[in-house]
């Protein structure tokens, strides 16, 4: 498969995973949205170099957000992209709090790629509170939730200087406006 045939795919799998969903934002943004802009920053840290980080990135939500497995990855893409999705899956058989604590644990033992996703993934979700926050939040969870993310990307740091760059000025403009 070559690379454009496998970030293709990554995404158009992916829209039919989250087919119908959208995001907890005030503005309802197709959820396939936050998986665009993932994996656009993931090719714009890697210049384009890691097709298989990009599918990924587009992926990262499939097995916890839709009924795909890893073996399906496996079948429709390899077992790196496979991978990659599993590693920044939670165990949605846990608790909220307990999952959360786990996220913060775990992010630097992951291998450098996944934390490139992961920190991505808390890029694009520090914006959307910036631009379009839950309607039913209030401004205290708002801030826990930025906090947390904060907690979670200093474990992914240090790989990627284009993600670093932008998760600090995203939570800048977050803690400004919150
Ligand atoms: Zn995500």
């Known amino acids: ?16 995973c989250h087919a ?24 714009f840290a890697t210049d384009g170099g890691d097709a298989a ?3 990924a990135g587009w992926l990262h939500d499939s097995i916890e957000d839709s009924d795909t497995s890893r ?6 893409f390899n077992e790196d992209v ?22 913060v644990e775990h992010a630097p033992h992951l291998t450098p790629r996944a934390r490139m996703i992961k920190l991505a993934d808390k890029i694009s979700n520090v914006r959307s509170l910036i631009f379009s926050p839950p309607d039913e939040w209030e ?7 930025l906090d947390w993310a904060i907690d979670v990307a200093a474990g992914c740091r240090g790989v990627s200087e284009r993600l670093d760059r932008l998760f600090n000025e995203t939570a800048a403009r977050a803690r400004a406006v919150l």
């Not at 498969?1 to 039919?16: E, I, K, P, W």
């Not at 119908?20 to 090719?43: D, T």
């Not at 073996?71 to 429709?76: G, N, S």
């Not at 496979?82 to 604590?101: G, H, I, N, W």
């Open 1 to 16: 498969m070559t690379d454009l045939v496998l970030v293709s795919r990554a995404a158009d799998f992916a829209a039919r």
């Open 20 to 43: 119908g969903q959208r995001r907890k934002g005030s503005s309802r943004e197709p959820y396939l949205n936050h998986l665009a802009e993932v994996a656009e920053m993931l090719a």
């Open 53 to 55: 980080l990009v599918a």
């Open 71 to 76: 073996d399906d990855l496996v079948d429709r």
């Open 82 to 103: 496979a991978s990659l999705v599993v590693e920044c899956t939670d165990d949605m058989s846990l608790p909220r709090a307990q999952r959360k604590r786990h996220q």
């Open 139 to 145: 401004r205290e969870r708002l801030v826990d939730y």
